[in-house]
């Protein structure tokens, strides 16, 4: 369960991303977030995992109430929140096996369990075949099902991705979706930021628009026309 209760954000510059969020989301819910370049998307996603903090209001992660939670507690939330972003982040001197088993191994796992998890995620995202691959020697979108592998490697109950497709062709983005699809079918709680409009009409779930750092729009399986992006 995602919870922001009278969330407001300001940056040092004086700009307002969030203003006044007040947003549940159920767990196992789908959840697109869109709005223009600029619009406090990603402020809205990074506040999820702590990446930013609001400026006041409250946001509840599950058990975690953020603005509460200490330091040393963040990897533990970290843990139930998984996160994608739109340039993978991989770690290019290490093989796909090992940027996948080095989130497990971070929580001292035994090394046949992380094997059996990491094999397994990576059969989920059909790259089973790449372990002993580097990144740099992967397509965007087998690099992107890798940054996803890794992301649901510690089972976590909610997935976040910021432009996962962005900077993939039409094809490849579809595929990516259809693996987000699959996760979201055995329970896992997606929100997902995107300029995408076509995969959001093809794949109807609920969408939350924001403008300027206010919600716009928060519509059950509504499609989306993303106005600045007709390129
Ligand atoms: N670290 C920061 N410091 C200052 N201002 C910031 C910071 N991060 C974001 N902003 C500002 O907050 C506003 C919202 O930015 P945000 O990145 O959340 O938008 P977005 O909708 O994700 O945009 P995009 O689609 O381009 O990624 C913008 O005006 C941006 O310039």
């Known amino acids: 369960m995602i919870e922001f209760k009278r969330v407001f954000k300001e940056y040092d510059n004086k700009i307002t991303a969030a203003n006044d969020f007040n947003i549940t989301i159920k767990q196992g819910e789908f959840v697109y977030v869109v709005g223009p370049s600029g619009a406090g998307k990603s402020t809205f996603i990074k506040m999820m995992y702590r990446e930013e903090k609001p400026t006041s209001g409250q946001i509840k992660i599950n058990k975690f109430e953020l603005g509460k939670i200490r330091d040393r507690d963040v990897p533990f939330l970290r843990r139930e929140v998984g996160v994608v972003f739109q340039d993978f982040k991989l770690l290019p001197k290490l093989t796909v096996f090992e940027n996948v088993a080095y989130a497990l191994q971070v929580i001292e796992k035994a090394p046949a369990e992380v094997k059996a998890r ?25 690099q992107q ?17 910021d432009e996962p497709t962005g900077n993939l062709d039409p094809r490849t983005a579809n595929d990516i979706i259809k693996i987000i699809e699959r996760i979201n079918k055995q329970g896992t709680t997606i ?26 729009r928060d519509q059950k399986r509504g499609g989306y026309k993303d106005e600045s992006n007709n390129l």
């Not at 995202?125 to 979108?141: I, N, R, Y």
């Open 191 to 216: 929100v997902m930021a995107t300029h995408n409009s076509a995969i959001v009409n093809k794949y109807k779930h609920r969408v939350i628009e924001i403008d300027d750092g206010r919600v716009i």
């Open 145 to 161: 099902r890798i940054a996803i592998a890794r992301a649901i490697a510690n089972k976590p109950q909610i997935l976040i991705a």
């Open 118 to 142: 990491v094999e397994r995620v990576l059969n989920l995202v059909g790259l089973a075949d790449k372990a002993d691959t580097f990144p740099d020697e992967l397509s965007g979108g087998e």
